[in-house]
């Protein structure tokens, strides 16, 4: 079983940038696909990005694309989530997760305890 701690969440204002940073423990990540999700309040969890144990395969919420970036450090045992031009609508609690093949929450096995960004208007 793989732990995974998020960090990087925080208070910014619209149009800031956040890079969140999801570390994982107890196993190699490498031949994981890598995912983040979010969930605001009174809202459903929903996908935001995906990256596979290579990075060669990525997938975006539509809704996302060109804002934010995925990445991985293989080597720290490490993902990204670069967070550009934020909106309002971005607060949320954002969560990292492991061992997944696709865009559904169903899919992925273990899951970190988020960290929460608030953007202010």
């Known amino acids: 079983q793989v732990q995974l701690v998020e960090s990087g969440g925080g208070l910014v204002q619209a149009g800031g940038s956040l890079r969140l940073s999801c570390a994982a423990s107890?196993?190699?990540?490498?031949?994981?696909?890598m995912g983040w999700f979010r969930q605001a309040p009174g809202k459903e969890r929903e996908f935001v990005a995906a990256?596979?144990?290579?990075?060669?395969?990525?997938f975006y919420a539509d809704s996302l694309k060109g804002r934010f970036t995925i990445s991985r450090d293989n080597a720290k045992n490490t993902v990204y989530l670069q967070m550009n031009s934020l909106k309002p609508e971005d607060t949320a609690a954002y969560y990292c997760?492991?061992?997944?093949?696709?865009?559904?929450?169903?899919?992925?096995?273990?899951w970190g305890q988020g960290t929460q960004v608030t953007v202010s208007s």
């Open positions: 107890g196993r190699t990540i490498i031949s994981y696909m």
């Open positions: 997760a492991a061992g997944g093949w696709g865009t559904s929450s169903n899919d992925y096995r273990s």
């Open positions: 990256i596979s144990g290579s990075g060669s395969t990525i």
